[in-house]
């Protein structure tokens, strides 16, 4: 389950301790952590990485570092989450991304790798995937990859700054999946 995604650009490292200078790196701009409810910037990163491998070492939470493939840069984070195997289901997030490669093919490509590795290794039929509903970029993204809006989660989460905000869910059901990794896969090549 814990295998190594390449693509074309990029791959996503399942995170361990040697990733542990690369994220601190990356993650160290405030702007990634607005709607965020961890943050990872100076000293709050130690906190967000133990939780993260914590997560990870009991099958909770499978995050992903992403690496430039060129440079071998780590360019941020992303996470399967809420792992229900019984029913077929998952969530894909905490997506966090350095703001250099912002609107670049790396979210594109790293949800590709990842839906593909659910859908298609997995035999998932329904990933969410959810946004605060103040993250206007996130949002656009979500619906540009295909996914559906399902609704709203009042007050659902509680950010690190104490801010208590709605969610915007969406999913992307297997039925669904072929007419999604077209569209990936086009955005990829342009």
């Known amino acids: 389950m814990h295998d190594v995604l390449h693509g074309n650009y990029i ?8 990733h ?19 943050k990872a910037t100076a000293g709050f990163f130690d906190v967000w990485f133990n939780n993260t491998l914590d997560k990870q070492s009991v099958d909770e939470q499978l995050t992903y570092v992403v690496r430039d493939k060129a440079s071998q840069v780590i360019l941020g984070a992303t996470a399967f989450y809420d792992i229900q ?6 969530a894909l997030g905490y997506s966090w991304y350095t703001p250099a490669v912002w609107g670049s093919k790396v979210n594109a490509e790293s949800k590709l790798l990842m839906l593909t590795q659910a859908f298609e290794q997995w035999s ?23 996914a559906t809006e399902e609704g709203r ?35 990829l090549s342009i």
């Open 85 to 90: 195997l019984d029913n077929k289901r998952l």
């Open 11 to 18: 791959q996503l490292e399942p995170i361990s301790c040697n």
């Open 124 to 146: 998932m039929n329904r990933i969410e995937i959810g946004t605060d509903s103040r993250n206007t970029h996130s949002y656009k993204a979500i619906l540009k990859l295909g």
């Open 20 to 38: 542990a200078d690369g994220l601190r790196h990356a993650a160290n701009d405030e702007q990634i952590w607005r709607y965020m409810p961890e």
């Open 153 to 187: 989660l009042r007050q659902h989460m509680i950010l690190h700054d104490g801010a208590v905000t709605d969610t915007i869910m969406f999913s992307i059901l297997r039925s669904e999946w072929a007419t999604v990794k077209k569209g990936l896969i086009k955005r």
